[in-house]
């Protein structure tokens, strides 16, 4: 049997299209990636869609294809079968779902509340000395999270947590069980709302008690359509004064707004942030161009 696999437009490595692979090579069967054109000749074509944008195009591959994912529905599973492989690429989920319910977010919908789904063992190929974690919410599981970090520390890998970590749920203990792992990153949180400021500060200060040291965290800034220049700048005011790095995560609505565009410009690259942002907007070249975007209390300051 030949089975042909398209990966419309995820960037990185497609777990669902991973344990297809799996599933049919151990079959025995011939596996074809991202090869439209061979579809006649395949008797299994598989589509995977991250994004609704994208969901026409993935339907239009083939009348035969079976279409899933996040951009096409968020409740189509793969069968039992499939969905038990363990492709063990070095990159995966110890848990599946969120205790959470954002609004710009289909984890919850799709994959429902937090819940352990296996371990490092299940995802580690044994020999690569780095592992991606696409947990979305790993600190929901305290006793969970312990354990993975013990699994990182006795295997001696460096781990990426992909998404993330919750700071409303960070303690001493946990943060005590992060600064304990070799890391290929920075250690990354999220400072979605300004609502959040009381919780963003005493994990701040939580961390600060014990070693957080300059530009050691990333923060995700979400910037929605219930925003203002105020309500993003303020933010990042904050993440800068603790000299911790931030990231503007534009919400596609609102991802062209020139004010916004010129905040990520300033937080989204390190050096950049370091420095005060009316000094930058004054002395960069670069910046400059975008000193017009700014309202203009924060002009009379440049």
């Known amino acids: 049997m ?21 599933y049919h090579l151990d079959r025995g069967d011939e596996v074809i990636w991202d090869m439209p054109i061979m ?12 994004f609704p944008k994208n969901r026409q195009r993935a339907i239009s591959i083939h009348p035969r294809a079976t279409v899933g994912g996040s951009g096409y529905d968020l409740h189509t599973k793969l069968p039992p079968e499939i969905e038990a492989v363990k492709p063990r690429i070095n990159w995966g989920f110890t848990t599946r779902g969120c205790i959470r319910k954002c609004s710009f977010c289909f984890v919850p919908e799709m994959e429902g509340y937090i819940h352990a789904v296996g371990d490092i063992y299940d995802l580690w190929d044994g020999h690569s ?37 919750d700071h409303r749920l960070l303690t001493e203990e946990l943060w005590l069980e992060l600064t304990s792992l070799k890391h ?27 070693g957080l040291r300059n530009w050691q965290t990333r ?25 911790q790095h931030a990231y503007l995560m534009r919400d596609e609505a609102v991802y062209s707004v020139p004010q916004y565009v ?12 370091k420095m005060d942002l009316p000094r930058l907007l004054r002395d960069s070249q670069k910046m400059k161009h975008y000193a017009k975007y700014f309202p203009s209390e924060y002009r009379r300051t440049v």
Not at 39 to 50: D, G, M, R, T
Not at 262 to 273: K, M, R, S
């Open 129 to 165: 000395r780095e592992i991606y974690l696409m947990d979305n919410n790993i600190l929901a599981l305290p006793d969970h999270f312990k354990k993975i970090c013990g699994q990182i520390r006795q295997e001696g890998v460096r781990v990426d947590f992909n998404q993330g970590l």
């Open 39 to 50: 579809a006649e000749l395949c008797e299994k074509i598989y589509v995977s869609c991250i």
């Open 184 to 210: 290929l990153h920075e250690i990354r949180f999220a400072f979605d709302d300004l609502a959040y400021t009381n919780t963003v500060l005493r994990a701040l200060d939580v961390m600060a008690l014990h």
């Open 2 to 22: 030949k089975a042909l696999l398209v990966n419309i437009d995820s960037t990185i490595p497609n777990l669902a299209l991973k344990k297809i692979e799996r």
């Open 262 to 273: 010129a905040l990520a410009q300033w937080c989204n690259t390190a050096g950049a942030f």
């Open 219 to 243: 923060w995700y800034v979400y910037v929605g359509v219930k925003d203002t220049f105020d309500t993003v700048y303020e933010r990042l005011n904050i993440l800068q004064r603790y000299k």
